[in-house]
Nanobody, 116 residues
Framework: QVQLVESGGGLVQPGESLKLSCAAS????????MTWYRQSPGKKRELVAA????????NYADSVKGRFTIARDNAKNAVYLHMNSLKLGDTAVYYC?????????WGKGTLVTVSS
């Protein structure tokens, strides 16, 4: 059974940091590109950061470049999103997604709330 389980969300103040984790199981994690998406109320789901199979290639939304870092640990079947200098606009549900072999899997998301 394929599972992607996000964790690490919570309530933080502007300027603070947070680390999200996504634990994967039920598929060959190292053969899948991994992506973090987010969705704010009333907005479309948007790509935040992506990392290729080997981990060397990454891609970021312009809005998070220089603040967020995506990383993966193929030995632990996990992908992470390090979020620094959080802004009010980063408030959203963050989703982990895996893509490979013509398939795409999604987690259920973790809520990040940035509020003063």
């Amino acid at each position: 059974q394929v599972q992607l389980v996000e964790s690490g969300g919570g309530l933080v103040q502007p300027g603070e940091s947070l680390k999200l984790s996504c634990a994967a199981s039920g598929f060959a994690f190292s053969d899948y590109a991994m992506t973090w998406y987010r969705q704010s109320p009333g907005k479309k789901r948007e790509l935040v950061a992506a990392i290729a199979i080997g981990g060397r290639l990454t891609n970021y939304a312009d809005s998070v470049k220089g603040r967020f870092t995506i990383a993966r640990d193929n030995a632990k079947n996990a992908v992470y999103l390090h979020m620094n200098s959080l802004k009010l606009g980063d408030t959203a549900v963050y989703y982990c997604s895996a893509r490979g072999g013509g398939e795409k899997y999604w987690g259920k998301g973790t809520l990040v709330t940035v509020s003063s």
